[in-house]
Every structure is written in C-alpha cells, then in structure tokens.
C-alpha cells in the first residue's frame, strides 16, 4: 500500500500542483481546502484526487478532519503544510483582526495540522513534513507584517521538529517559493508582474510545478538525510 499524504490547501495553485505530482509518484494523496466547493469538485473530477474540506485555523477541526482520512485512506505518514492566507496593509493600518486571521491559518495552522499526525509517525518510526513558507518569511515585506512573521515562525517550527523527529526517522524541511504564477498573481495587472519579473534574475516567474517539484524530493523515503532544511524556490532573487 502507498504512503498517504495530506497536502492542505491542495486544491488550488502551488497546493494543486504539490497534490498531483505526489498522486504522479505513487503516493495516495488527500487534498484539504477551506471554503471553495466548487473548485474542490473540479479538482476531484479532473484529477481522482478525494478532498477533506475543513479549516486548518480550528484544532479539533484539523483533528477531525485527518481522522476522517485516515479512518478512509490509512495513517497519514507525510504532511505538506500549505494553506496560507493573506490580509494585507502598512502596519499603521493594520487591524488585530488581519494579525489574528494570518497567525492562526498560517502559523497555528502548522500546529493543527502536524500535530495529530506526530504521535502516529513516531510510533511507526516514519514520517514527511514539509511546510510551504515563503521568500518574504525569509525577507520580509512591505504591507505583509503578519504574513511575513508567520512564516518566518514556519522555519522555527520545521527546524524544531527536525531535531524532535529525527531519531523516529521523522523529517521536517521548508520550501520558501518566490513570486509563483499562480491564478491569485496572474490577475495581477501586467506591468506588475512584469515589474516582479524583473527582480528576478531568470527574469521570469515561478511555476507551480517547479515547488511540486520540490516537495516530491523532500518526502522520498531515500531523502531521509535531508532533515532542518530550507529549500529557496525564487529564481536567485533572494539568498540566505
């Protein structure tokens, strides 16, 4: 039997890319989504991939949700932690709600969803994390105070539980994409994308499945040495 793995917020952009290139290499894949019905349907016609709907901000949601799959698919043994929203403004504008929405999605909602799974892949001594941060957790950015802190806070946990993890053959690496041609960018204006394209060193954007990629990598089991780290996905705009 495959290895099962959950990908949240995996059926939209990057999140639908990761999904399909783990079902494309063999592994049994359950994409998570928030609130987009339809597109999760669409997602499951096109691709056979099933979908758990729940929101990753809620602890005994997430905690339901992955008992759902595993009750249905078998214990989960990798987890891509992808969901992440954003509520931008400057600092001076920015309200506690905006702070609070993109800390418990993208920050607690790391800790909601490796959590339930932790206990079950000590006990069988194999387990995959890999958590989707981003070029401006590693940069910062302006107007992103609150995204920018929750993944920065991404590379903290990952680095943490790799340490936790690894003596029950656990790993826990972070992917931090640049500016990806995702629907959300592509509705962008065209001179801005073209004025972020021209930061960027190869001189375009990122591709979904150039992250997708990526994460396949990490989560072979003969990556087991690969363990802490951070993997930049940008282009060469940004070094660490």
């Not at 600092?91 to 607690?108: A, C, I, R």
């Not at 892949?121 to 995959?128: I, N, P, Q, S």
């Not at 957790?137 to 993944?151: D, E, R």
Request: aromatic share 8%.
């Amino acid at each position: 039997m495959s290895r099962v793995a959950l990908v949240t917020g995996g059926t939209r952009g990057i999140g639908a890319a990761i999904s399909k290139a783990l079902k494309a290499a063999g592994y049994t894949v359950a994409a998570n989504y928030a609130g987009n019905d339809e597109a999760a349907r669409s997602f499951t016609e096109a691709t056979g991939i099933p979908t758990w709907k729940w929101d990753v901000s809620d602890y005994e949601a997430s905690k339901a949700g992955i008992a759902a799959i595993e009750a249905d698919l078998g214990p989960v043994d990798i987890v891509v932690a992808n969901a992440g929203i954003t509520r931008d403004a400057p600092f001076h504008k920015m309200t506690p709600g905006q702070w609070k929405e993109v800390v418990d999605t993208n920050l607690n909602g790391v800790f909601n969803t490796v959590h339930p799974v932790w206990a079950g892949m000590r006990e069988r001594r194999f387990g995959r994390v890999v958590v989707i941060s981003s070029i401006n957790g590693q940069k910062g950015q302006f107007g992103q105070v609150n995204y920018a802190a929750t993944k920065a806070g991404d590379l903290g946990i990952v680095k943490s539980l790799a340490q936790e993890g690894a003596r029950n053959g656990i790993t826990a690496n972070a992917i931090c994409p640049g500016y990806i041609a995702t629907e959300m960018v592509m509705a962008m204006p065209e001179k801005a994308r073209e004025s972020i394209a021209a930061q960027i060193p190869t001189g375009r954007l990122g591709e979904p499945e150039e992250i997708a990629r990526c994460v396949t990598f990490l989560v072979a089991e003969d990556s087991a040495f690969i363990n802490g780290s951070t993997i930049t996905a940008n282009g060469g705009q940004f070094f660490v």
